[in-house]
């Protein structure tokens, strides 16, 4: 090969590259959450925002301030209309952003849910805690401090899917390590003011009632707030979920025991990854049948139960 091909030849290719280079500076990923200016799910953006800022792309946050599938879904639907290079978002419940999903991948565009799984989409991957086992974790660790007898209260939102694992995770788990514990379920429909009304009112209509499991981020403060009132500090032992604000102040003032503290940095951050992976299959050595990039189905960001001690590195979260 002669030297005036081989100059072609590389100018060619790196206005390829160039071209390549300008495509993903120019590409824009959206991330949909259904509580917006929440502590976790800016921990998840920061998260992402650092994975796009390695890959050279840009961001964006959408979704609503309350806990709303179906603005959720018409937040899909809009960035479907801008044509974004790829969408994350989590599940305010398991079935109403199906079509929007469903339609958002038949348009090519890649959607990675994370936190919350839409598990009847056709989403590519789910980045996420393995919700069972998050359940089970805080189900053994509170037999535990209950030294397996007793009654637990378990606050939770009953429509997302991660909820439903999240329970019987921590039901099985004290079947197995509290078999004399009994267990009680309420609806706080996924709001702070409604957890501390129900968990009270459960805690008044029990009075063995020595622990409540809080399976999201809101009934953990609405739980302190429900043993406040009664006057049963020292007689309740509460396990949170998550590192918000409120949660952590609550551990460091004794009223909350621990919390499950899950990875959403993580969660954003490999969401973020999968789906850029997913918009450029020519990054992997072997190519999926869907004309995405080849993706695993579930990615476990795992975790940990904090307490006192542990809660100090979550005290300064983003802010966006």
């Given at each position: 090969m002669n030297r005036r091909?081989?100059?072609?030849?590389?100018?060619?290719?790196?206005?390829?590259?160039?071209?390549s280079l300008w495509a993903q500076a120019n590409e824009t990923y959206g991330m949909v959450v259904f509580l917006k200016g929440s502590e976790f799910f800016n921990w998840c953006y920061a998260g992402m925002v650092d994975a796009?800022?390695?890959?050279?792309?840009?961001?964006?946050l959408q979704g609503p301030a309350d806990w709303d599938a179906t603005k959720e879904a018409i937040a899909i639907d809009q960035l479907v209309a801008k044509k974004e290079a790829g969408i994350l978002a989590t599940a305010g419940d398991a079935k109403t952003m199906n079509n929007s999903i469903n339609k958002a991948v038949a348009a090519k565009i890649p959607v990675i849910t994370f936190d919350s799984d839409a598990?009847?989409?056709?989403?590519?991957?789910?980045?996420s805690t393995e919700s069972y086992a998050a359940g089970y974790l805080a189900g053994k660790t509170m037999a535990g401090w209950l030294k397996g007898k007793g009654h637990i209260g378990i606050s939770t939102n009953v429509g997302p899917d991660h909820l439903k694992r999240r329970v019987q995770g921590f039901q099985d788990?004290?079947?197995?390590?509290?078999?004399?514990?009994?267990?009680?379920?309420v609806n706080d429909e996924g709001d702070v003011a409604k957890a501390a009304t129900v968990i009270q009112a459960m805690l008044q209509a029990n009075p063995d009632m020595n622990g409540v499991f809080g399976a999201h981020g809101n009934p953990g403060p609405g739980?302190?707030?429900?043993?406040?009132?009664?006057?049963?500090?020292?007689?309740?032992?509460?396990?949170?979920?998550?590192?918000?604000?409120p949660v952590i102040e609550l551990i460091d003032k004794g009223?909350?025991?621990g919390t499950v503290g899950q990875s959403p940095y993580l969660m954003g951050y490999m969401a973020m990854k999968l789906a850029y992976q997913a918009r450029h299959p020519w990054a992997a050595p072997i190519k999926s049948s869907t004309g995405f990039g080849l993706l695993p189905n579930f990615v476990d960001t795992g975790v940990t139960i904090l307490g006192k001690d542990d809660v100090a590195p979550f005290k300064n979260p983003p802010k966006f």
């Open positions: 091909l081989i100059s072609v030849l590389l100018i060619v290719v790196s206005m390829f590259a160039g071209v796009a800022k390695e890959l050279g792309v840009k961001t964006e598990p009847d989409s056709n989403r590519l991957c789910f980045a788990a004290i079947a197995k390590y509290g078999p004399d514990i009994k267990v009680t379920v739980a302190a707030a429900a043993v406040r009132a009664l006057h049963l500090q020292g007689k309740v032992a509460i396990m949170a979920f998550d590192f918000g604000g009223e909350i025991k």
